[in-house]
């Protein structure tokens, strides 16, 4: 089949690669001038590190390369990734907007970029989940950048040199705001972090020593959050094992605290360690709380900016406290919009609850549109691994090999899940797209699905072992091969 893939970041590129794998004639489209998404040149900023650590962040037949560092640089995620692209010679349309896609007949998509049209046998819709910046429009605003103030995502700013000599204000208090907060800091005249919420941020060393991936990254750690359905060891710690459990999870918590100090600089996140679930996993940025300690950073939390403006030819933001800070650039971390513009009103209706949430059936397949798929819209801490596993089930499907219940099941099996996380997340699963903490879930769900999986003993070995990706190497192909039989796959009636 002649597949459109919509997005060259990890999860477009291990699509177009599998397909590839499996014979089908494969074409990615990216508006950007280089692969990566997230890591491309075009929204990096300065401090950007992955948080998963590099061996789980690789997909599972491509490491990284030994020299890079634990936590690589965004700029080493891109050569990895353009890497991994030209190994495996992926066809790549870059500088290539889709700015609409229209269902046609038996499954077909035609798509539409730079005034022309292409007509695909499916299309996968890898997009970004985490892509389009969400950026607050304060009031005033007009007047503050009329006055010469810049306000702009994290992924807008590109170099901390643009700092130098300013007044900042970083808004947010997850992952990228402190990331881009650091490097700013050793430039910019002040740098204020202004935080609606604290959160727990997990060392990356945890008491300084132990690798935060040894705790969190495992089955063991996956298995400390409560799933839809518990299995084996996860009946014992969400039953009599709770206490427990919650020690271990909160135990983090109390080390952080003390790692950081926390409780000196008036950072004391409320409620527990257990809460990060209800977010993302927040590791700590390195130099951030050390920042903090010297004075090159101020958090004010429990704030937002409530206007920007302008007073004798100088720019201030006015917090929601009252307070009134020089402000010169308003660097916004906070968070990002989930959307598929591309496609019709008709489409969307399938794909979204009336909240909003995209219901996707093992969060690839839209139900009643017939030859769309999605990858990336499982966003875990193992994003590569996931990503390459949605990828084998949509060749699977395209195989006719996946057997899938019928559209009413599908539904209530989304409408399920959706609730699940709700309720597990307190509705931060960024409208169905994110599945952390439960990446290993989707992984064995998805894979049980197709069929093939890892060896029991390794699987077990990733109950106290970080999982590690490489692990799952053997998987492509077995169902390779499984693809091969005719009969597996549905191509002829079983028995012939
Ligand atoms: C700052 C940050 C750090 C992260 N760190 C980690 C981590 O440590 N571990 C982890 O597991 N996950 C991490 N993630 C999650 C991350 O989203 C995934 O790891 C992964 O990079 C997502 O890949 P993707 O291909 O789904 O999306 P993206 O990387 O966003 O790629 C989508 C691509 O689609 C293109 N595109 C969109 N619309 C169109 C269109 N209409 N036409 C053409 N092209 C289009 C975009 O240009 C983009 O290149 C992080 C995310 C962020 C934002």
Not at 262 to 290: K, N, Q, S, W, Y
Not at 438 to 449: A, P, T
Request: charged share 20%; with cysteine; proline share 7%.
């Amino acid at each position: 089949m002649r597949v459109a893939v919509i997005g060259a970041g990890v999860a477009g590129l291990v699509t177009a690669k599998v397909l590839g794998q499996t014979g089908h004639d494969v074409q990615v489209f990216d508006r950007t001038p280089d692969v990566g998404g997230v890591w491309s040149e075009t929204r990096r900023y300065p401090g950007l590190t992955t948080q998963s650590p590099k061996a789980q962040y690789s997909f599972s037949d491509f490491p990284m390369p030994e020299d890079f560092p634990e936590w690589p640089t965004g700029a080493q995620i891109q050569t990895y990734l353009a890497d991994y692209a030209a190994s495996f010679r992926i066809p790549l349309r870059l500088r290539t907007e889709v700015t609409a896609a229209r269902p046609g007949p038996d499954g077909g998509w035609t798509l539409e970029f730079d005034g022309a049209t292409e007509t695909f046998d499916r299309l996968v819709v890898a997009n970004g989940v985490f892509c389009e910046p969400s950026v607050p429009v304060f009031p005033g605003l007009d007047e503050f950048t009329a006055a010469g103030g810049r306000v702009c995502a994290a992924t807008e700013f590109h170099d901390a040199a643009q700092a130098e000599g300013e007044h900042v204000l970083v808004v947010g208090y997850g992952k990228s705001a402190c990331d881009v907060t650091v490097p700013i800091s050793q430039v910019a005249a002040s740098t204020t972090v202004i935080a609606r919420q604290l959160l727990w941020k997990v060392p990356r060393k945890v008491g300084g020593v132990l690798n935060f991936k040894m705790l969190l990254l495992t089955r063991m750690g996956e298995a400390l959050f409560r799933y839809l359905h518990l299995r084996g060891f996860e009946k014992f710690l969400h039953g009599p094992g709770n206490g427990l459990r919650r020690n271990m999870i909160n135990s983090i918590g109390s080390v952080s605290a003390r790692q950081f100090k926390l409780r000196e600089l008036g950072l004391v996140p409320p409620g527990h360690m257990e809460d990060i679930v209800r977010g993302a996993i927040g590791l700590a940025t390195e130099g951030f709380f050390e920042g903090v300690a010297d004075g090159s950073i101020v958090v004010r939390p429990g704030l937002t900016i409530a206007k920007l403006f302008t007073s004798e030819g100088r720019r201030f933001a006015a917090l929601s406290d009252g307070t009134e800070l020089p402000a010169d650039v308003v660097v916004c971390a906070t968070g990002f919009r989930q959307g598929v513009p591309f496609l019709g009103a008709d489409v969307q209706s399938h794909l979204l609850d009336e909240s909003g949430n995209f219901l996707l059936y093992r969060q690839i397949m839209p139900i009643g549109v017939p030859g769309l798929y999605f990858n990336g819209y499982n966003s875990s801490f193992f994003s590569p691994l996931n990503a390459e596993i949605a990828a084998l089930w949509i060749a699977a499907d395209l195989a006719g090999a996946v057997p899938l219940p019928d559209p009413v099941a599908m539904r209530e099996a989304v409408a399920a899940q959706l609730a699940f996380m709700d309720d597990a997340t307190d509705g931060h699963h960024c409208r169905g797209t994110k599945i952390i903490p439960f990446s290993l879930h989707n992984v064995d769900e998805v894979l049980g699905d197709l069929g093939v999986n890892i060896g029991r003993h390794v699987r077990a070995s990733h109950w106290i072992n970080p999982v590690d990706p490489a692990a799952y190497r053997s998987v492509t192909p077995a169902l390779l091969k499984r693809l091969e039989d005719p009969v597996l796959t549905g191509r002829l009636p079983t028995g012939c």
